[in-house]
């Protein structure tokens, strides 16, 4: 066998077994247990379509409103969450490279130190300072709402930890992105008398556009994955109003009673397809307005 065509597989292969064992095999098994009535504990038993027909159109079923609820849930947050972690961290990147800014890179690295820190960690800090009693909302702002305890606060606790931990990361892509936009044209603009808001919209979006697109995508499909936030912040309070549905699918899957892991796979299949159907949306409506 020739070596150098034998070499790329060497620097693939390792990555290639990952993700085989760890993302391809789990799927699929997943898939299999989602037309299964299974407990973890005793063989699959098929029960063919019987799962999804039970979440989807059985109302009287516990099934079927936890899934419409928990993905009605789903959708208000990513309706919450997606635009600011598209548009705040834009704007970032456009100001920081202003002129006039100093010290950009230390910037930079203040607003992409929320995303280093885990969801648990960044939960109960937020917790802390939003707490009535002993927080800086209450102690400083003599604020006494019971954040977590009432809507629309409980939502606005959740957005903000969420925003606060992800504006970094799509901070990072957008600026690297201006900064490879070569600057003759923005010379050429300004001879031109162009200002910065008809330079942003006529060069810098048009140049940006393929990093937005990843971005809007894949922030999309981690928000319809949301499970920490809600569960450390407000525990899918009040009256279950933030009890998002893979929330549902831990407590199903690994909840205190016996499992119920083939419904639960059925709902996360039915969360993939949603996630699949909607990022192939957003990639053609973007990508096609983009040419």
Do not use: C
């Not at 150098?4 to 095999?25: A, E, N, S, W």
């Not at 247990?33 to 109302?59: C, E, H, M, R």
């Not at 997606?82 to 490279?97: G, N, Q, R």
């Amino acid at each position: 066998m020739n070596k150098k065509l034998f070499t790329p597989y060497l620097f693939v292969g390792p990555h290639l077994i990952l993700f085989i064992v760890f993302i391809l095999l789990p799927t699929i098994y997943g898939i299999y247990a989602s037309f299964t009535q299974w407990n973890l504990i005793n063989d699959p038993t098929w029960v063919g379509l019987d799962n999804y027909k039970t979440i989807l159109f059985d109302k009287d079923s516990t099934f079927y409103t936890q899934f419409w609820r928990g993905l009605k849930n789903t959708f208000l947050f990513v309706l919450f969450t997606v635009p600011l972690l598209i548009v705040l961290p834009l704007l970032i990147a456009v100001a920081l490279e202003h002129k006039k800014v100093k010290m950009k890179g230390l910037m930079q690295s203040i607003l992409y130190i929320p995303g280093l820190i885990s969801i648990s960690a960044a939960a109960l800090i937020w917790a802390l300072i939003f707490n009535k009693q002993l927080g800086i909302t209450g102690n400083v702002f003599g604020s006494t709402v019971a954040w977590a305890a009432n809507q629309p606060y409980a939502w606005i606790i959740i957005v903000v930890v969420t925003v606060w931990g992800g504006v970094g990361g799509n901070m990072i892509i957008y600026r690297a992105s201006i900064n490879g936009v070569a600057q003759d044209l923005y010379e050429a603009a300004s001879l031109d008398g162009a200002g910065s808001v008809r330079k942003f919209f006529s060069i810098t979006l048009p140049s940006i556009r393929f990093p937005l697109i990843y971005t809007f995508v894949m922030t999309t499909g981690a928000s319809f994955n949301v499970f920490g936030q809600p569960l450390m912040m407000t525990d899918g309070g009040p009256r279950q109003s933030t009890h998002v549905l893979m929330m549902y699918i831990r407590q199903l899957a690994f909840g205190n009673g016996e499992s119920i892991a083939g419904m639960a796979s059925a709902m996360a299949v039915l969360l993939g397809l949603v996630i699949l159907i909607i990022s192939a949306f957003q990639y053609y409506f973007m990508n096609r307005n983009a040419s």
